[in-house]
């Protein structure tokens, strides 16, 4: 007899882990960003996309608001908030 | 053909027989004589091994994990503490279910360090989902490693082994061993032949992230799979007889025990000695047998019912102990009768290489006449035990 014992790979993306998510969300703000790219480098979920400055965001559904991007950003452009509050870009 | 051989040659030629793709092992008194020769074979190509060299026994079980998962047949040996740094890995190995097989020769755990032989390193791991065996004699050891990969690598079981065999006693005891010609083993071990592997043509995740809604249903197919091998195991040991002609394996071994008044339970080559003891007192008249148990994990629980349910009186002989509890194989055929009868009686003896001797059995059965004990530890020395600290020897 066999529990579930193998899965197909990736499946750890049908787990939104977002959910996880207990204190603060990040914020991005987009007004000074210099698309460094370090946020989306330092992501422990890899869940920042972007590519253009003041394009990059996070997927919420995956992000567990460890707060390294907002921690490394050079340019402050990222804060962390409390969680009832509006995610996206500032403006 | 029939060879001289002390008990860790005979089973390295017991699996290089098998031809493990990959042995990993990490020396380890006194297992160490059997992964050396295991080395000699690859070297010497008589063996066509990947033999990888590893800086403990901990990646020891990881390469053989890694292995088996790849589709590989593999092999490795340890004992002991290296038995116990393995045991994250092994758990894991039996999670995955992957049928790695292993042979562990037994040796007493640390603090005080001891290289002597007891059963305490496997029976701590009896919880980890590997089917465990026990040999008596060298010739066992050599032919339980040829049915553990007959038996884990059923499709229907995939279960990984430890095919346990005293340490010293067994592994630098010299026996004569019949070793089988390789034709008869290809015919009964065809080539591995994995149902799910590593495979980038058709990739599969193993070992990841159960979480509360499917961790227990792993746990419940491991177990149910473990009750399985209680009809397989015979059924492994028949195939083998009819292939070798000679004895397989087999959930319990029972020696004199139909006209028995006490019948002692042991495990491993400890078994050799009652049965001369059994001898002795049968020439007097004393009507005494032997169950040994050779399959540990599972529990054979009916077999031991039906061999000691008219048995007046039952002698458990651990060579392990669960620290404030009992022997663990008392706690287990106890068990199996709850307050029926026979009256069951625990022993402890021979841990840390203690000899248990003919003297040691008789002993036990003279306390057995006296009282029903749960925990009777043979052969103290109370000369070495005092109320205060002292520093001893």
């Known amino acids: 007899m066999f529990g579930p014992l193998i899965a197909k790979p990736a499946s750890s993306r049908a787990n939104k882990t977002g959910s996880w998510r207990s204190a603060k969300k990040p914020r991005y703000l987009h007004q000074n960003c210099i698309a460094c790219g370090l946020c989306k480098l330092v992501c422990p979920e890899s869940c920042i996309e972007g590519k253009e400055k003041n394009t990059y965001m996070p997927d919420y559904e995956y992000c567990k608001g460890c707060g390294l991007c907002a921690y490394i950003c050079p340019k402050k452009d990222i804060e962390m908030v409390p969680e009832h509050e509006k995610g996206e870009k500032a403006k | 053909m029939k060879q001289f051989l002390e008990g860790s040659f005979a089973v390295a030629e017991g699996a290089k027989l098998c031809k493990p793709g990959v042995v990993s092992a990490y020396p380890i008194t006194p297992q160490t004589h059997i992964v050396e020769r295991l080395a000699d074979f690859v070297a010497t190509g008589s063996l066509n091994a990947q033999f990888v060299n590893v800086e403990s026994e901990h990646s020891a079980a990881t390469v053989v994990l890694g292995a088996c998962a790849a589709g590989v047949r593999v092999f490795t040996a340890t004992s002991s503490q290296g038995l116990i740094y393995m045991s994250e890995v092994l758990f894991n190995i039996a999670g995955m279910r992957f049928p790695v097989v292993m042979v562990c020769a037994?040796?007493?755990?640390?603090?005080?360090?001891?290289?002597?032989?007891?059963?305490?390193?496997?029976?701590?791991?009896?919880?980890?989902?590997?089917?465990q065996v026990y040999a008596e004699n060298n010739q066992e050891a050599l032919d339980f490693v040829l049915q553990a990969y007959k038996l884990g690598e059923n499709p229907k079981i995939m279960l990984p082994i430890i095919v346990n065999m005293d340490g010293f006693i067994l592994t630098h005891g010299m026996e004569t061993v019949d070793v089988p010609a390789n034709e008869l083993v290809d015919k009964f071990l065809p080539p591995?032949?994995?149902?799910?592997?590593?495979?980038?043509?058709?990739?599969?995740?193993?070992?990841?992230?159960?979480?509360?809604?499917?961790?227990?249903e792993t746990r419940y197919a491991l177990h149910k799979t473990l009750e399985d091998c209680l009809s397989m195991i015979p059924q492994v040991g028949k195939e083998f007889e009819a292939t070798f002609g000679r004895k397989g394996l087999d959930l319990v071994e029972l020696y004199k025990v139909e006209d028995a008044k006490t019948v002692i339970v042991a495990m491993g080559s400890v078994c050799g000695t009652i049965k001369d003891y059994i001898d002795t007192q049968r020439e007097e008249g004393k009507k005494i047998g032997l169950l040994r148990i050779v399959s540990y994990r599972p529990f054979p629980k009916e077999k031991v019912y039906e061999a000691l349910k008219k048995i007046p009186k039952v002698l458990v002989l651990d060579k392990s102990i669960s620290l404030g509890s009992e022997g663990p194989l008392y706690t287990e055929v106890k068990s199996v009768f709850a307050n029926k009868k026979p009256k069951v009686s625990g022993f402890v003896a021979g841990l840390g290489g203690r000899d248990i001797t003919i003297e040691t059995i008789k002993d036990m059965v003279d306390i057995s006449r006296k009282k029903e004990v749960r925990c009777e530890f043979l052969g103290l020395r109370p000369e070495l035990l005092k109320e205060d600290f002292y520093v001893g020897i």
């Not at chain 2, 755990?109 to 007891?118: E, R, V």
């Not at chain 2, 592997?197 to 058709?202: A, I, M, P, S």
Request: hydrophobic content about 40%.
């Open chain 2, 106 to 131: 037994n040796r007493a755990l640390s603090a005080p360090i001891n290289i002597w032989n007891d059963q305490q390193d496997a029976v701590s791991l009896r919880d980890s989902g590997w089917v």
């Open chain 2, 192 to 216: 591995y032949k994995a149902p799910y592997k590593l495979d980038v043509e058709n990739p599969m995740s193993f070992g990841l992230l159960g979480d509360p809604t499917v961790y227990i």
